[in-house]
């Protein structure tokens, strides 16, 4: 028994098959490439406000590393060490916030 093969079965001609756009390589691996880096790298090379509260959190912790490696810590040392850990994590929130906001728009955009 045959089967035999009508709408809604699309038809496709010579002339369709040969009209189709060109795969390009190079933007299917820079798209790829780009599903493959983290959304923080990606921040990093677009968002300036981003990249500064990055490099403000990295400060700070050189900063607590610094302090942690003496011997002794006086009352002056143990409240930097406080402030340092707040001032690093009002960055990280802030980043976490920027991530939040780029995510949102990215969503409502494939709607």
Do not use: W
């Not at 190079?26 to 090379?45: K, N, T, V, Y």
């Amino acid at each position: 028994m045959g089967f035999l093969l009508t709408p809604p079965f699309p038809v496709l001609s010579f002339a369709h098959v040969m009209l189709r756009p060109i795969h390009n390589p190079q933007s299917e691996e820079e798209r790829m490439a780009s599903f493959a880096r983290s959304p923080r790298d990606i921040l990093l090379d677009t968002d300036a406000e981003y990249q500064r509260l990055a490099e403000q959190h990295h400060k700070y912790e050189e900063e607590l590393q610094r302090i942690s490696k003496a011997p002794y810590l006086n009352s002056e040392d143990l409240l930097e060490e406080i402030k340092l850990k707040k001032l690093k994590l009002h960055c990280k929130d802030e980043m976490e916030r920027i991530a939040s906001r780029i995510h949102r728009m990215r969503a409502q955009q494939t709607q």
